[in-house]
């Protein structure tokens, strides 16, 4: 009996020792954990306080970055384009002597520049001259434009074709007649051939821009677009070593410098010399005088406005478009390089299309029916 005493006493004692012990502990974990809290707030409010300084920060250089302008290529910031479209600029020597060594061009290419547009006035001017007539019939039926049935008559084959571009081939036959005569085989033959398959593109390519853009008269604006390369047509035909400007992959901005160090003067200096001579509308002498500088001056120093600013912006690009599918081998419009990483002749493109309120361009050349029109237009280059 003492024993089974002495045993409830110890079991006694040892649960007061232990209640005891857990009611001095407890209290101890009442005070850790309101001190871990508050060591915690701390950390807390730094996380916040670094996450508001870093989107600050980036905040203020994305505004900077907005601010900024775009960085002007390497290749323009020492290159000056010359030009004769201000009163104190005389026309160089030069561009006299190459203007007064050129006869005027027959009667056939004056008429297709100033008015005629219409399919019926055109299919009668064409079918007068046979050599032309055979020129569009071989064209519309070569490979490149793939009909499953051929085509015979000179006016379904213009209809198909588009005037636009039949008035390219009537001017590159009409005008070739008058130039001095290249030797078969030769750079200069091969380059003269560029730059009118270049010139048809260019001219079949602005009067579908302007037209889905919305912009004033696309006829006139096709007209312009095709004669955007005469500067550099009669240029070759009299200087024959300058044909290795007209090579492929070289850009506008290379042929550009060329024609300055070999002559002090540009095509466009020359193109508005002899539409001037020849007695063209003045419309079409503005456009060319000023056609190379979207390549160099931002829209705002542009001296053209409103619908004339987005004319001379479908003709630029128009020519960009035609040169790239003669020089660079372009075959789908949607692979033309407008933004992003896109070459020094486009740098200042997105500006004129903002400035000119042609934003829609994307969207056009996205939408299926004008993406075959323009690659349909594109194939006349590999024909």
Request: glycine share 6%; charged share 15%.
């Amino acid at each position: 009996m003492p024993t089974l005493m002495t045993v409830l006493l110890c079991i006694l004692g040892a649960s007061a020792v232990g209640a005891l012990l857990w009611l001095r502990r407890s209290p101890g974990k009442a005070e850790t954990a309101p001190q871990a809290q508050a060591e915690a707030t701390p950390r807390v409010r730094t996380a916040i306080q670094s996450f508001s300084a870093n989107a600050g920060q980036a905040e203020a250089e994305a505004e900077t970055a907005a601010d900024a302008s775009p960085v002007l290529p390497t290749a323009l910031q020492s290159f000056v384009l010359l030009r004769t479209d201000t009163a104190d600029t005389p026309t160089p020597q030069t561009l006299l002597e190459l203007a007064d060594a050129l006869p005027e061009p027959h009667s056939m290419f004056l008429q297709v520049t100033r008015e005629l547009d219409d399919i019926d006035e055109i299919t009668a001017a064409v079918k007068n001259e046979p050599a032309l007539a055979a020129d569009v019939l071989r064209t519309v039926n070569s490979a490149a434009f793939g009909l499953t049935t051929p085509i015979s008559s000179v006016h379904h084959a213009i209809a198909y074709l588009g005037v636009s571009y039949v008035k390219g081939l009537i001017a590159q036959s009409a005008l070739a007649r008058t130039l001095p005569a290249s030797t078969p085989g030769s750079d200069q033959e091969t380059a003269m051939h560029r730059l009118w398959k270049s010139s048809q593109i260019a001219s079949a390519s602005a009067f579908l821009l302007a037209r889905n853009l919305g912009v004033e008269n696309p006829s006139v604006v096709s007209t312009q677009a095709l004669l955007a390369n005469l500067g550099d047509i009669n240029l070759v035909s009299l200087r024959p070593e300058l044909a290795h400007l007209y090579a492929p992959k070289v850009s506008l901005l290379e042929r550009v410098q060329g024609q300055q160090a070999e002559l002090g003067a540009n095509s466009a200096m020359l193109a508005g010399l002899l539409v001037e001579r020849w007695g063209l509308p003045g419309t079409i002498k503005g456009t060319l005088d000023l056609s190379l500088l979207p390549l160099t001056v931002p829209p705002d120093e542009h001296p053209l406005h409103g619908g004339d600013l987005a004319a001379a912006t479908v003709v630029y690009l128009a020519g960009r478009i035609g040169d790239a599918a003669v020089f660079g081998g372009l075959q789908d419009i949607v692979e033309l390089p407008l933004d992003g990483d896109r070459p020094v002749e486009l740098h200042y493109l997105p500006e004129y299309l903002e400035a000119a309120a042609l934003q829609r361009l994307h969207a056009s050349l996205q939408d299926n029916a004008t993406r075959r029109g323009l690659n349909r237009i594109l194939a006349a280059a590999r024909s």
